[in-house]
């Protein structure tokens, strides 16, 4: 099997990943997965589509993620995870479809809008 690359993004977050067979090391920007995510929310997040699809043992993952908060990064690296396992088998789609896994999430930050405090925060009016 050959090294698959796929990209998955969540708000500003995007994570690049490449799966190869291996015994289950997952490194995320050339550090270990427990010291990334020090979490174990995240770091379930993470692992979710390898707990889904039964593949923890079975794959090496290296991972380079910029932008965005560790919770934007550790869903896009889940949605990365979760295509490369439809492209390794077509059955594991079943799986990941109806958690939502494969969904790219399209919420992203409302931009601040001119004369307002911020989004959707207006100034304090006071009538003197």
């Known amino acids: 099997m050959e090294v698959i690359h796929k990209i998955g993004r969540r708000k500003t977050a995007v994570a690049r990943v490449y799966v190869s067979e291996g015994s ?7 550090k270990d997965l427990n ?4 979490t174990g929310t995240l770091q379930y997040k993470v692992k979710q589509p390898l707990t889904l699809t039964e593949n923890v043992e079975n794959f090496d993952i290296k991972v380079n993620v910029y932008g965005g908060g560790i ?3 550790a ?3 889940r949605l990365a995870i979760s295509r490369a396992m439809c492209e390794i088998d077509a059955e594991n789609r079943t799986v990941l479809k109806p958690e939502g896994l494969l969904t790219r999430d399209p919420r992203m930050v409302e931009r601040k809008k001119f004369g307002q405090k911020k989004a959707r925060k207006k100034f304090q009016f006071s009538k003197r």
């Open 75 to 77: 869903e896009a690296i």
């Open 24 to 30: 289950g090391n997952i490194t995320i920007n050339k």
């Open 35 to 38: 010291t990334y995510f020090p």
């Open 71 to 73: 919770t934007g990064q």
